[in-house]
C-alpha cells in the first residue's frame, strides 16, 4: 500500500507528492543501469544511477512545512476544534500554494497525530477519544519523570534563568482572562516540558515529547476545563526548585504527579470552533 493510499490516491503523481516527509527524501525503486564512460586509463566503469527521485523541490518543501506549523499552532492554541476539515483546496487558496504543497502539509500532521485522513473524504482535524487521550497521559507518565532526572544532571544557572522567564510568562497568561489568554497559557506550560526535555539533552525524546505535547493540547482543546489551569503553574514553579536545588528525585516524583494533576482537570466536554478561515484569522 502506497502513503497516497491514506487520502484515496495512489496515482504516480500522488506518489511524487509524498516523497518527502521531515525533511527526509525517500527515493522509489525505479533505477536502471547507465553505462557511464569515465575517462583516465581507457577505463570504463558501470554505474547504477537513479532513473528519478520523487522529491518536492526545496522551496515548496519549505512552503509545506511553513503550512504544517501555522496549522499546528492553530490546533495546539485550540483556535482549529477537534473535527474540523481541513481541504486541501481551501487550504491551498489561503496560503496561495498548489493542492500538492497543500496535501504535504497535511500529511506531516497526519504523522504526528494531529490530523486524520479519512478515505473518500479529506482530512480532519484529530478527534481523540478518551481512551486515546488516556494513552497520552500514560505515555508522559513514563517518559517525562526520567526526562526530569536527566534535566536535573545537566541543567545549569542559565537554563533556570530560561525556566524562570518561562514562567513568568505563563503567570502573566494567567492573569488575564478570555478565549486568547487561556489558548497561550495552555501553550507556555506546553512550553515548559518541552523546555526541559531540551534541557535533558536527548534528541529523541524530546522529538517525541514535541508529539506528546501536541497531542497533549489537542485533548485539553476537546476535553478540559475552562477555569482550571490544564498544567499548573506552581507545579512547575516547584520541579524548577527542585532542579535548581539538584534534588533529581524530587524533581521526578513532583512530575509525575503535576502529569496526574493534568489528567485529574479532563472533564470529557466537547467544544465547538471556529472554521478554518476564521482560526487561521484569514
Known sequence: MCIAQIMGDCSRSAQKSYAIFFGFVFTLPLVRKRRVALEGGGNIIAMNIADQIYSTDSANQDRAQAIRDNLRDAIVDRRLAPGTKLSEGEVGTLFDVSRTVARAALQMLSFEGLVRTERNRGAFVANPSPEEARQVFASRRLIEPGIAIAACGRVTSADITAFRAQLDEEGRFIAERGPTARRSEIKASGDFHLLLASVAGNA??????????????????????????ACGHSEHTEIVGALESSDCERASQLMLHHIDHIEADLDLRVRAGPALKEALNF
Open 204 to 229: 529523541i525524546l524530546q522529538r517525541f515529547m514535541e508529539e506528546l505535547v501536541a497531542r497533549s493540547s489537542l485533548v485539553i482543546a476537546l476535553y478540559g476545563r475552562s477555569g482550571v489551569s
